[in-house]
């Protein structure tokens, strides 16, 4: 176990511990992750009448949200972040030390998922449908004829009026062969949607895919007979059962399932596709690598509670605050941790942990402590042990790093922005840069 004061001369002792891409864009910049608005009724805590979760903001402008159930207010100071202790991810739920890739692979990588699938995000059901893509349109000049594009729609199960997915997939106009492809899960479709260096990717000889998320399932509360999960239901049912999938887990299906697609597709090379997500799409591209190792890369960008930052470290949004304003991204049983945070037997360094030995690439910004991008950061480090064990390069760094200074020499990435909650550009050059060691 991984403890948070004494973590630097802990981990350097033992395993080298330190607290530690489809795809999704917000925009260009500002993302969608906000904190919840001033009153809240979802998950059954409902505020009552008047009773408001909005406290308004500290003197550096950071969100202040109660949290209903335990009366936990958002923290912004590193005075008050309680010792915590990290559960050791190469350390197996017997107690057996982890010291081989064999080990890891075969028993406590399942571990971990499973945990995750049980007691978090929730598990995919044996009844999700199968998606039948037709390619729909196609534009061999798309944007001023460097591109082309093509529009591919998924039907997500048999009936006449199952829900469908729209892929818009970009691929260079020159290309004699399959290409590496940046896949992006997106709040918006359209122009909207395109990465802000989309003519960099291109010009790289990639292409770059985008699904607005929604399609999949809806964002919202109560519209589980909705999307994809609605066609999984059984009669009368109103909600998966407890353990089964919330709207993350149905996002990162999505995901798995434009993965069918491209692999035959002849312009794309399925053994290259990195996956970008962007708030709680950052959190959904974790989790969807985790489900699926055809993800070749992947950029999660301020993907804060409950994605890559710290669950244990107190700062910003909480468990507390995940489990009231947005139960239904997760499984039923993710309820139980509500005020028992030190409890869970996962931390944000584990599901990053789960996609080695894979590069994965990490961002924060400076206004947006809500996502607390120093406990992203922390998580980074402590996922870097997996990393060496499977001989991998882990982050190379203990210490949060100079402001706008990319560290994209090892197999793991960071790179923290002066700015919003945002995938900024140069949050996505630093990461094309990171990803061009593998997209060669």
Not at 58 to 83: C, I, M, Q
């Amino acid at each position: 176990m991984i403890g948070s004061r004494e973590m630097t001369t802990d981990m350097r002792a033992r395993h080298g511990w330190v607290v530690a891409a489809a795809v999704l864009t917000m925009g260009l910049v500002v993302a969608a992750q906000q904190p919840p608005p001033a009153t809240t009724t979802q998950g059954g805590r409902s505020s009552g009448p008047g009773r408001s979760t909005n406290l308004g903001n500290d003197p550096k402008g950071n969100p202040l949200r109660l949290a209903l159930e335990t009366g936990h207010v958002s923290n912004y100071d590193e005075s008050k972040v309680k010792p915590y202790t990290l559960p050791d991810p190469l350390v197996t739920t017997s107690g057996k030390p982890v010291r081989s890739a064999e080990v890891w692979v075969h028993q406590r990588r399942p571990e971990i998922l499973k945990l995750y699938e049980t007691d978090i995000y929730g598990r995919i059901p044996a009844s999700a449908p199968k998606v039948q893509w037709q390619v729909t349109g196609t534009d061999p000049s798309a944007r001023d004829g460097a591109a082309i594009r093509k529009t591919i729609v998924g039907k997500m199960g048999d009936a006449a009026d199952a829900p469908q997915m729209t892929l818009t997939l970009y691929t260079p106009a020159p290309a004699k062969g399959p290409v590496p492809v940046i896949l992006l899960v997106n709040f918006r479709g359209g122009a909207d949607g395109d990465p802000p260096v989309a003519a960099d990717i291109l010009s790289r000889g990639w292409g770059y895919a985008t699904v607005v998320y929604q399609d999949i399932q809806p964002d919202r509360i109560n519209t589980f007979d909705r999307g994809v999960i609605g066609v999984t239901l059984r009669p009368g049912q109103q909600q998966p059962g407890p353990e089964e999938w919330g709207t993350i887990s149905a996002w990162a299906w999505g995901v798995s399932r434009i993965l069918d697609y491209l692999a035959t597709d002849r312009a794309v090379d399925a053994t290259r596709v990195a996956l970008f997500g962007h708030s709680r799409l950052g959190k959904t591209a974790l989790w969807a690598s985790a489900l699926d190792d055809r993800i070749a890369a992947v950029y999660a960008s301020c993907s804060g509670e409950m994605g890559a930052a710290l669950a244990r470290r107190d700062w910003g949004e909480t468990v507390d605050d995940m489990a009231q304003n947005f139960p239904f991204w997760f499984s039923t049983t993710f309820q139980k941790y509500v005020g028992r945070w030190n409890d869970m037997p996962v931390d944000a360094h584990m599901l990053i942990a789960l996609s080695a030995p894979r590069p994965v690439f990490i961002t924060g910004g400076t206004a947006d402590q809500w996502a607390d991008p120093k406990g992203e950061f922390l998580a980074e480090v402590a996922a870097g042990p997996v990393y060496r064990l499977l001989g991998k390069k882990d982050l190379g760094v203990t210490e949060l790093p100079p402001l706008d200074t990319p560290v994209i020499d090892g197999d793991l990435g960071w790179h923290y922005h002066t700015g919003p909650h945002a995938a900024t550009e140069a949050d996505w050059k630093a990461f094309l840069s990171f990803v061009g060691k593998y997209f060669k």
